[in-house]
């Protein structure tokens, strides 16, 4: 087989090609044009922005990767600290190794339950593994291969030693279980998403190909904790170096199976012969050799930065709050590419694991995810023979996309924060498209057939390179004028530190612990603590009015919560949305 060597509460408005209050287009609020502009742009307060951010990484930070190394294989997680258990959030389990959260023994476990639950999860034929660039991901893999070769689970791994994307694996899952009744595959993802360079992250796809359901990963949990707390007595395990050379190890051609699939999905021949001049902010993740392969397969004009492997991700430019965090749709980790965005028609980029997008408009800045996934749902279902489905959204998703809904005469589907609630609308037949407001997004292929029953960071780029071809518009100009038609949105979202007993107590808020009538002088119309559709719990709540909603929400994969605000009125209604709603959980908190 190959081988390879918060602070204070800070708000942040969207990154939207929206006015200030005059209903007039303006791109220069948060965007990578001008990071200055952005600063006091919402609703009288000044935003807490970290002085580094939008700045190169100082040396002095950067992550050390001996001792990241030492602590994921000599600490021994204390399973006494909820810290320290394995604990599924939206997406897997993530942690550090410097903190006990994330080590070699909660790889072990976390993989031993798999092997000892997939054959009751309807899985008894091979096991994808992907792997993100990370460093605690290299170490990982390594634990992930030695423990499922010990139990006899053959093992898909990449044919060359690349790294391999989120897509690529549930693209991976469904491919190979496409025409089988039997010894179905899934997968195992070796990421934290976009989280700092010092964290570990694993996530299991069932055969669905998409994140696993609640009952799965409760499953998961509940076993690989038992393990651990026997001293992983109950894990098979042995040496990597022998596992590697094992018969249960196989090589797979991940990237050649889905870059030539591509066009099935999206009009690379429109890209191609708009000529576009695109520049791929690779940020040294999964993905970065896919969009070369993409490159050559289909002729297109891409030029590349932040194309290597660096698990220090040196590279890097400081986010929001002065972290380092890979979030390719956050407007400080991309100034990194500020000067040269004029240059281009479109800048693209996606996180280390490849299944959020990140997209400038060349000189006319960055759009927002919330904005971009308007533009690629309403494109969609205008340019594709998608008649008679839906589209799909989280609950705190930008309401934009119910209306462009509604407009078209088509369902809306709302479901929980969680890409896992979008599997069964799109194998069921229901959807073409799906987005949440975390930059996440996919669609199904030309001919209706599902492509990805997770998140898609490169068809999502490559889909703001066919809108631009086939319509001639940038990204930020189609939703302009969708705007026209729809409203404009202004977003804003508030993080604040929280407990883990802080985040269970805001997940079990419900309609009864929000008694108040109004919200920012408007009538509240719903309060909910389920989702529209499915009637399933948001892990939080949701109080709407006419114009505008606020939601609360616990993070799945930081120590905070998180206080969502959309106002269809002006920024300066939705900050007092965010400012009330945020009094209003305070209240019922409390309680």
């Keep these: 087989a190959p081988s390879r060597g918060l602070g204070d509460v800070y708000k942040r408005q969207d990154v939207q090609p929206w006015g200030v209050g005059d209903g007039t287009p303006h791109t220069r609020p948060y965007c990578i044009k001008s990071l200055c502009d952005c600063q006091n742009n919402e609703a009288g307060d000044s935003m807490a922005v970290h002085e580094l951010a939008g700045t190169k990484v100082r040396k002095e930070d950067y992550i050390d990767l ?52 997939r054959k009751q999860f309807g899985a008894e034929g091979p096991l994808f593994v992907g792997e993100d660039t990370h460093y605690l991901s290299k170490l990982a893999y390594e634990t992930v291969l030695s423990v499922l070769a010990a139990n006899g689970v053959t093992a898909y791994v990449d044919s060359v030693g690349d790294f391999v994307p989120t897509p690529s694996v549930s693209r991976a899952i469904l491919r190979y279980n496409s025409h089988r009744g039997e010894r179905l595959a899934d997968g195992l993802i070796i990421t934290p998403s976009h989280n700092p360079p010092e964290h570990g992250g694993i996530k299991y796809n069932p055969i669905t190909g998409g994140p696993a359901g609640s009952d799965i990963t409760k499953a998961i949990e509940r076993e690989a904790n038992r393990l651990l707390a026997g001293h992983n007595e109950g894990v098979q395990m042995m040496a990597y170096d022998q596992a590697k050379d094992s ?40 993905g970065m050799n896919y969009w070369h392969q993409i490159s050559d397969t289909y002729h297109l004009d891409l030029d590349f930065v932040n194309d290597t492997y660096d698990p220090q991700f040196t590279f890097m430019n400081y986010d929001h709050d002065g972290k380092v965090r890979m979030d390719c749709s956050s407007a400080y980790v991309m100034s990194a590419v500020t000067g040269q965005a004029a240059d281009y028609n479109l800048v693209l980029a996606n996180d280390p694991d490849y299944d959020r997008f990140g997209i400038v408009s060349g000189a006319e800045g960055m759009i927002s995810a919330n904005a971009f996934l308007t533009v690629a749902a309403h494109y969609l279902m205008t340019h594709r023979n998608f008649e008679g489905l839906g589209i799909a959204k989280t609950v705190v998703t930008t309401d934009m996309l119910a209306r462009a809904a509604k407009l078209l005469d088509i369902p809306l589907y709302e479901v929980p924060v969680g890409f896992k609630y979008f599997g069964p609308l799109y194998t069921d037949g229901k959807i073409a498209f799906s987005g949440e407001e975390s930059a996440g997004g996919s669609f199904i292929a030309k001919d209706r057939s599902v492509w990805t029953t997770d998140k898609d960071g490169m068809i999502m780029c490559l889909l703001a390179a066919e809108i631009r071809a086939v319509t001639g518009k940038s990204p930020i100009e189609y939703y302009n004028d969708l705007c026209e038609k729809l409203g404009r949105p202004y977003t804003m979202r508030s993080d604040a530190p929280a407990t883990l007993e802080e985040k269970d107590k805001i997940s079990a808020l419900t309609e009864a612990d929000v008694t108040e009538k109004t919200l920012c002088g408007s009538p509240i119309t719903a309060v909910l603590s389920k989702s529209p559709y499915g009637d399933f719990a948001i892990g939080g709540v949701k109080i709407t ?34 400012e009330e709603g945020k009094a209003l959980i305070s209240k019922a908190l409390n309680k």
């Design 545 to 578: 009015t006419d114009d505008g909603w606020v939601a609360a929400r616990p993070s799945g994969t930081e120590d905070l919560y998180k206080l969502y605000a959309e106002s269809f009125v002006s920024p300066d209604q939705a900050g007092k949305l965010l």
């Design 66 to 117: 001996k001792a990241i190394a030492a602590a994921y294989h000599t600490t021994h997680p204390d399973v006494a600290d909820p810290h320290q258990q394995v604990r599924f959030g939206t997406s897997g389990h993530r942690g550090q190794a410097g903190n006990g959260s994330f080590t070699q023994d909660h790889v072990a476990a976390i993989t031993q339950a798999v092997c000892n639950f």
């Design 247 to 286: 018969a249960f190890v196989v090589p797979y051609d991940y990237k050649g199976l889905y870059v030539a699939e591509l066009d099935s999905i999206i009009d690379m021949d429109a890209i191609r012969d708009a000529k576009l001049r695109i520049l791929v902010n690779a940020l040294g993740g999964s």
